[in-house]
Structures are given as structure tokens and as C-alpha cells.
Nanobody, 122 residues
Framework: QVQLAESGGGLVQTGESLKLSCVAS????????IGWFREAPGKGRLGAGC??????????PNSVKGRFTISKHSEKDAVIIDLEMTDLKPDDTAVYYC?????????????WGQGTQVTVSS
């Protein structure tokens, strides 16, 4: 079993930056990807990027490419996955979730965090 816990959400203005963190613990060695997904009001849950925790490769959808950066580091028995978001736009407003998958449809995901709200004001 994998446990995921996000932190770092908040309210920012257009053009500002924000960093989210996901603490992944438990049977994390069984996983290959940790991804970030986001769900805006009235829209489905979509991938916002992911990292292969074995080789460090990252993948992003076009909507965030060049503005979002995912990185990882290890602490004790956990892997920390950071999502650095720059040049934020009102369309980035969403609940952000970390998950044990990469840019896939939500029904394929086995483990989710509880989510953290990001609000970008215009």
C-alpha cells in the first residue's frame, strides 16, 4: 500500500509561482511513476505531469510544458515529489492531486492523495 500526502496549495495572483509537495511513503518501491493531476471546477481530472521515480525522467502535457517542473528527492522512508509552478494563470485553478501513475485516465490510478487547492486570481 502507498500513502500520498500533498501540501503547499494556496491563493496566488496571475503570473506568480507556487510549489506543491507530495510525500509518497509505504510500498513506493513497487511504483514507477508519481504523477500530478488536477481537477478544475466542472472539468475532469487531468494529468499535469509526472516523474519516473526510477530514472528521474519527467513528462508534461502541452498545457503546462515550460511552466511546471517536477522533481524528486528521498527522505528517510519516503520520496518527496515537488511540483514547481511558474507563470500561473487563472486556468490553473484546480485541486491538485498526486497519484501513482502518469498522464493516464483517472480510473487507471491505484492510489491518490487527498488533494490540495490552488487558486489563481486574475
Amino acid at each position: 500500500q502507498v500513502q500520498l500526502a500533498e501540501s503547499g496549495g494556496g491563493l496566488v495572483q496571475t503570473g506568480e509561482s507556487l510549489k506543491l509537495s507530495c510525500v509518497a511513503s509505504g510500498a513506493i518501491s513497487d511504483e514507477t511513476y508519481i504523477g500530478w493531476f488536477r481537477e478544475a471546477p466542472g472539468k475532469g481530472r487531468l494529468g499535469a505531469g509526472c516523474i519516473n521515480i526510477r530514472d528521474g525522467r519527467t513528462y508534461y502535457p502541452n498545457s503546462v510544458k515550460g511552466r511546471f517542473t517536477i522533481s524528486k528527492h528521498s527522505e528517510k522512508d519516503a520520496v518527496i515529489i515537488d511540483l514547481e509552478m511558474t507563470d500561473l494563470k487563472p486556468d490553473d485553478t484546480a485541486v491538485y492531486y498526486c497519484a501513482t501513475d502518469c498522464l493516464t485516465i483517472p480510473t487507471h490510478v491505484d492510489h491518490w492523495g487527498q488533494g490540495t487547492q490552488v487558486t489563481v486570481s486574475s
